[in-house]
């Protein structure tokens, strides 16, 4: 049985990271338009911070496998 790599993020979690990416970026144009300071930009970080912690999920899912945690065993 050959088991699928996951990234530090729970399926859960994973799908909690979206939304709320999707929440702070639709928030930052919103809260600009309505504002007249740059409290808006706090949503642009919020969502930066969020969209790296997605992208280095997916790039710990994408690794391959080492040839230990796969089962192969090149010695004969």
Do not use: C, K, Y
């Not at 911070?49 to 040839?67: G, K």
């Amino acid at each position: 049985m050959q088991q699928r790599v996951t990234g530090f993020l729970t399926p859960r979690q994973r799908r909690l990271a979206w939304l709320g990416f999707v929440l702070a970026a639709v928030h930052a144009p919103v809260s600009a338009s309505l504002t007249t300071d740059a409290s808006w930009l706090f949503a642009v970080v919020v969502a930066m911070l969020v969209a790296t912690v997605i992208i280095a999920d997916d790039t710990e899912r994408r690794r391959p496998q080492p040839a230990a945690a796969r089962g192969d065993d090149l010695r004969n």
